[in-house]
């Protein structure tokens, strides 16, 4: 979301100020087409719409479908460039050590040694050429290979009936997803794209890419990976996006 | 639902009017939402006026959530969404099922379009209340065609993999995105028209707001004075 956003553009204190200046401005519009900055901001309508969004999860968990496949494209459809999106410059994305990465296990999980990724590439490997669709409007057209996380999931004895699989990453961003969408043939453990070995900005040593979620969802430079029934936030779903935000 | 003698009269069923109102909020909240999502992304070379839009502040959606506001915007779409479906089904149903549809939407003959659109264009088509002419029974048609693309649309964007067929029916992801903004531009469109003939017809707001309203038989020409 917003590669070239930085982070803070302005000392708090200005932010304040200028959102004051900005209000009353706003306030007439607001009256007028009854779109109302300044409702969209109260902590009660706030409140309202995440109801309706935790609803809209339950709606979205029902629509799902283990089995359903999400479309995938011929070779001639990959797009040239991979877009990269993150709230952070592609050169501050973390680069991971081949010999010292290491993935921490937790949680409802049968054997919770950490792999190295030599390990995780001596697993099975499949490979998908799906659309990447952001949140904000973009798509586009990849291909990745990697391992089923499914698969994993059982080689590490995981609790298959819990509800949900979370994972925390290397920059600090977390989230988690629900276990049918794990579960999914398509949710793979991605290692490499079209290019080969995935980038640090891509995500190396892996990616979680799954077809059936928006882009945020498919975390990269996985650190941790946990089984929990206690439903986890995430990173942009604490700042207001929808949790189960599936396509 | 014209009044024998000396009354034109318009009559709109309680059902029509919540209906009428809720989708009316609806759309605005669709609209205003839908503006800030497509601020974000925009698929043509423009954006839209932030104070337009819905999704709150920025600049403090940028201070908390280091974010512009689509978060919101979404929030608010996808909660509009179903005061939408719910109210757009509700029209339909009764409009069907009533004989609304049948009784006042209908006949609709290419001719007797022509005939009203040309009389329109010249400022002398007549307005009778409780009588909709043929330009008014082809917009009313057309916008609720434009909603249901809208939902449709709405729809494949929202599940292009569950949904995947409904996105192939519209053209794939990227071209549904495009479908969405028309039909949008098309209801922008019959909002403007339908307000200023509303202002220039206030009667049909009191109808639409208490359930009748009546006028005497000798019909008013719009906009008088234009030859």
Known sequence: MGAAKPTFRRPLVDEVQRRHLLRGGLSLGALTMLTGCDVSDEDGVQRALHAVSRWNDRVQAALFSGTRLAPTYPESAIATVYRYNAYYAAEDAPEIGESTYRLELAGMIGDKRPWSIAQLHALPQVSQITRHVCVEGWSYVGKWTGTPLSVFLDRIGADRTAKYVGYECFDGYYGAIDMPTALHPQTIMAFSDRDGRLAPRYGYPFKIRMPTKLGFKNPKFVKVLYVTNRRPGGFWEDRGYNWFSGI | ?227
């Open chain 2, 1 to 227: 639902m014209t009044a024998a003698g000396s009354l034109h009269e318009q009559r709109h069923s309680l059902l029509v009017r919540v209906a009428h109102w809720v989708m009316a909020l609806a759309i605005l909240i669709m609209i205003g939402s839908g503006w800030r999502i497509y601020n974000n992304w925009p698929i043509l070379p423009f954006s839209f006026p932030v104070w337009l839009t819905i999704g709150g502040d920025p600049d403090l959606s940028y201070a908390q959530h280091n974010e512009s506001g689509t978060a919101n915007a979404i929030a608010w779409h996808f909660a509009g969404m179903w005061l939408l479906f719910a109210s757009f089904a509700l029209y339909l149903l009764n409009g069907l099922l009533s004989g609304h549809f049948r009784r006042d939407f209908l006949p609709l003959t290419p001719r007797a379009f022509v005939r009203d659109f040309t009389a329109a264009l010249r400022f002398r088509l007549e307005h009778r209340l409780g009588e909709y002419n043929a330009v008014q029974r082809a917009f009313y048609w057309g916008v609720l065609f434009a909603i249901g693309m809208m939902v449709a649309s709405g729809l494949a964007i929202w599940k292009p993999v569950q949904l995947w067929w409904l996105a192939a029916l519209l053209g794939g992801f990227d071209f549904a995105r495009v479908v969405h903004f028309f039909f949008m531009a098309a209801i922008v469109g019959f909002l403007v028209v339908h307000l200023a003939l509303v202002a220039l017809v206030p009667r049909t707001l009191r109808a639409m707001l208490l359930g009748r309203a009546s006028e005497p038989a000798h019909p008013a020409v719009l906009a008088e004075g234009v030859d």
